[in-house]
């Protein structure tokens, strides 16, 4: 190798930090099971998995993420970023708050452990079933590319740590046309009232019972870092309120 040119796993790294050097993380403080010791960009992936399992998505976050990477839990799978960042950026209309109730990271392999507890309170927004409460125990690996800047490739949602082969329900089982049509006319709060109204499904459920490519319809995702703030703004304040009227 030529003198002064960095080794390809060199290049990754430095790719790798600078890229995370620009994030702010509100779940930093992570609980490493018995053994389990994770290094500084591990560290930083977790955070950004809990972030987003936390109601907080943004674009940073999310460029951590390959742009084929998969999400994937028992109801849906979600590949390609306008797929699996429409899912997250539902996830954080639908409910507020969002809280996760216990974390642990039980394996710093790859894929990376984390044993999840998380509640899902429906957001204020959302007739009739606003309030409304779901808690779901999970077990999340997380899988890197190590060969392209530590980025995450497949983030898998084990709910009871089961994950069925081909989880992809398809939303026309459950929504009538009709009201599919209403929903992708009216936007994302009327548009999940309509899903959740027609479907048979409990709330949460309903949710993630919505076929990957149809979420993108009628979620919104931001184009650029400037709406992406807006749009945190507003939610972290919706979130405020909600806390505040609970107490």
């Known amino acids: 190798m030529a003198s002064g040119v960095p080794s390809a796993t060199a290049q990754a790294q430095e790719k790798a930090n600078t890229t995370y050097d620009s994030f702010t993380m509100k ?30 998505p943004t674009l940073k976050h999310l460029s951590l993420w390959k742009k084929d990477a998969l999400f994937a839990d028992p109801l849906s799978s979600a590949q390609g970023f306008d797929r699996y960042a429409a899912q997250w950026y539902g996830l954080a209309s639908l409910f507020s708050p969002i809280q996760i109730q216990s974390h642990r990271v039980v ?35 997380i899988h890197v590319d190590e060969a392209d800047g530590l980025k995450i490739a497949k983030v898998e949602d084990r709910w009871d740590d089961k994950l069925p082969d081909g989880a992809v329900s398809e ?24 899903f959740m109204n027609a479907s048979w499904w409990r709330p949460f459920l309903a949710f993630r019972k919505l076929n990957a490519v149809t979420v993108p319809t009628f979620v919104k995702v931001p184009k650029n870092d400037e709406e992406d703030m807006k749009m945190k703004a507003a939610r972290e304040s919706s979130s405020c309120t909600c806390l505040t009227s609970r107490e």
């Open 171 to 194: 939303v026309g089982d459950v929504l009538p046309l009709a009201a599919l049509r209403w929903a992708a006319r009216t936007g994302v709060t009327w548009g999940w009232w309509a």
């Open 27 to 56: 779940n930093t403080n992570l609980n490493e099971g018995p053994g389990v010791k994770l290094n500084d960009q591990q560290k930083i992936i977790v955070s950004s998995v809990l972030d987003l399992f936390g109601g907080d």
């Open 107 to 141: 394996s710093g392999g790859n894929p990376i452990e984390v044993e999840l507890t998380n509640k899902y309170v429906v957001a204020g927004s959302v007739p009739l079933i606003k309030g409304k409460e779901q808690t779901i125990k999970s077990r999340v690996l």
